[in-house]
């Protein structure tokens, strides 16, 4: 039922059955690991070109496809999209529309059955988690940048975008200063920088000096992680299923109750108890309530998502600082995925803000 062809990672045995080609499986764990640490899909895509890494294209003949020396970005984002690598499968995609013509694409005619570990996976359940919440943020960034004109997801190196200023609120820039011949990466604001000084106060920092106090930052946290991981997972918790849920259904009440007065209105309008100008004039109001409920509870939903994406990034989390004494050297793909912004206090205290949910203040 699985067509193996350019399903990179797999290939069929003897019987058919679908296994794992390990080295296959490598570029597609490779592929997630980076999505998910915030590169884009064009940085991946000439990452595995430059490596010298086939696309899928080359691992079977077919002449439809890209070449097997080119990675395009839309290739990376079909494999990041394939919820197969996690051992699940959408069977029934396609089905016959006529043993004559081609197999069409499933669009509703035939349920899907969604079947959990079918095949072996190749990713793990949680890193796939983690490629889907990066894959809605990345969304959501664009969805927002087409309105402001700014937000749209680049990055480069693992603090941009990161750092923000906390006298003018500027982003930090990567800069390089030289002293010497020797040329050190430092961060600065772009304000400051911009100004030279006069409008932001606020002083380059060196980027090795971040990368210690991130990798310092996450020793102490791994040192009481037990505590800290129970305090967000309640906090967590008790926001998602009290407060919320409840004023979630107070505010469907209100609006199922607003619901029945426009049809009241409706009806006595037909009937003659009201004028036209009377209904006008109550419905508008009534319009108008309708809006601010709706409203207030599209606000609560984003709410839930957003605190269904601090519990996926906190598992995350969880399993990092389960290694955190191990820690040798700065991993930017833990910054990324962990951090949400630090904000520089000045350029001997910052504050990094996780995604799980809490802030820890460091001295640099
Ligand atoms: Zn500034």
Same mark, same amino acid.
């Given at each position: 039922?699985?067509?193996?062809?350019?399903?990179? $990672? #797999?290939?069929?045995?003897?019987?058919?059955?679908?296994? *794992?080609? /390990?080295?296959? @499986?490598?570029?597609?764990?490779?592929?997630?690991?980076?999505?998910?640490? $915030?590169?884009? #899909?064009?940085? *991946? @895509?000439?990452?595995?070109?430059?490596?010298?890494?086939?696309?899928?294209?080359?691992?079977? !003949?077919?002449?439809?496809?890209?070449?097997?020396?080119?990675?395009?970005?839309?290739?990376?984002?079909?494999?990041?999209?394939?919820?197969?690598?996690?051992?699940? =499968?959408?069977?029934?995609?396609?089905?016959?529309?006529?043993?004559?013509?081609?197999?069409?694409?499933?669009?509703?005619?035939?349920?899907?059955?969604?079947?959990?570990?079918?095949? /072996?996976?190749?990713?793990?359940?949680?890193? @796939?988690?983690?490629?889907?919440? &990066?894959?809605?943020?990345?969304?959501?960034?664009?969805?927002?940048?087409?309105?402001?004109?700014?937000?749209?997801?680049?990055?480069?190196? /693992?603090?941009?975008?990161?750092?923000? +200023?906390?006298? %003018?609120?500027?982003?930090?820039?990567?800069?390089?200063?030289?002293?010497?011949?020797?040329?050190?990466?430092?961060?600065?604001?772009?304000?400051?920088?911009?100004?030279?000084?006069?409008? %932001?106060?606020?002083?380059?920092?060196?980027?090795?000096?971040?990368?210690?106090?991130?990798?310092? %930052?996450?020793?102490?946290?791994?040192?009481?992680?037990?505590?800290?991981?129970?305090?967000?997972?309640?906090?967590?918790? &008790?926001?998602? %299923?009290?407060?919320?849920?409840?004023?979630?259904?107070?505010?469907?009440?209100?609006?199922? =109750?607003?619901?029945?007065?426009?049809?009241?209105?409706?009806?006595?309008?037909?009937?003659?108890?009201?004028?036209? =100008?009377?209904?006008? &004039?109550?419905?508008?109001?009534?319009?108008?309530?309708?809006? +601010?409920?709706?409203?207030?509870?599209?606000?609560?939903?984003?709410?839930?998502?957003?605190?269904?994406?601090?519990?996926?990034?906190?598992?995350?989390?969880?399993?990092?600082?389960?290694?955190?004494?191990?820690?040798?050297?700065?991993?930017?793909?833990?910054?990324? !995925?962990?951090?949400?912004?630090?904000?520089? *206090?000045?350029?001997?205290? *910052?504050?990094?803000?996780?995604?799980?949910?809490?802030?820890?203040?460091?001295?640099?």
């Amino acid at each position: 039922m699985l067509n193996t062809s350019r399903f990179l $990672g #797999y290939s069929k045995d003897e019987e058919g059955k679908l296994i *794992i080609v /390990p080295e296959e @499986a490598e570029i597609v764990r490779r592929i997630y690991r980076e999505f998910a640490g $915030g590169y884009t #899909y064009n940085v *991946i @895509a000439r990452g595995l070109e430059r490596d010298g890494i086939l696309s899928p294209g080359k691992f079977e !003949n077919d002449n439809n496809f890209c070449s097997g020396e080119i990675w395009h970005p839309s290739t990376v984002k079909s494999i990041l999209e394939n919820e197969k690598y996690k051992g699940d =499968a959408l069977l029934q995609k396609t089905f016959n529309v006529d043993f004559l013509s081609k197999r069409q694409k499933n669009i509703g005619q035939v349920d899907s059955v969604f079947v959990e570990n079918c095949i /072996p996976a190749i990713i793990s359940k949680e890193l @796939a988690d983690m490629v889907k919440v &990066e894959l809605d943020r990345r969304k959501r960034i664009r969805n927002s940048s087409n309105e402001s004109g700014r937000g749209k997801y680049c990055s480069k190196y /693992p603090f941009s975008g990161l750092l923000v +200023c906390n006298e %003018c609120f500027s982003k930090f820039r990567r800069h390089a200063q030289w002293s010497g011949d020797k040329k050190t990466p430092v961060w600065v604001c772009c304000k400051h920088q911009k100004t030279k000084g006069k409008d %932001c106060k606020s002083l380059p920092i060196k980027e090795s000096v971040l990368e210690q106090a991130f990798m310092d %930052c996450i020793r102490r946290l791994g040192e009481d992680k037990e505590t800290l991981i129970m305090q967000l997972t309640q906090n967590i918790e &008790e926001s998602l %299923c009290t407060a919320n849920t409840e004023a979630k259904e107070d505010i469907d009440l209100k609006i199922r =109750a607003l619901q029945d007065k426009m049809l009241e209105l409706v009806r006595k309008l037909k009937t003659g108890e009201i004028t036209v =100008a009377i209904y006008n &004039e109550e419905i508008i109001k009534l319009e108008n309530s309708m809006q +601010c409920y709706q409203k207030q509870k599209e606000a609560m939903t984003s709410h839930e998502e957003k605190l269904g994406e601090y519990q996926s990034r906190m598992k995350y989390m969880k399993t990092y600082l389960d290694k955190a004494f191990n820690f040798q050297e700065f991993d930017g793909f833990l910054l990324t !995925n962990t951090v949400e912004q630090i904000m520089v *206090i000045n350029k001997h205290r *910052i504050v990094f803000e996780f995604k799980c949910g809490f802030e820890y203040e460091m001295e640099i």
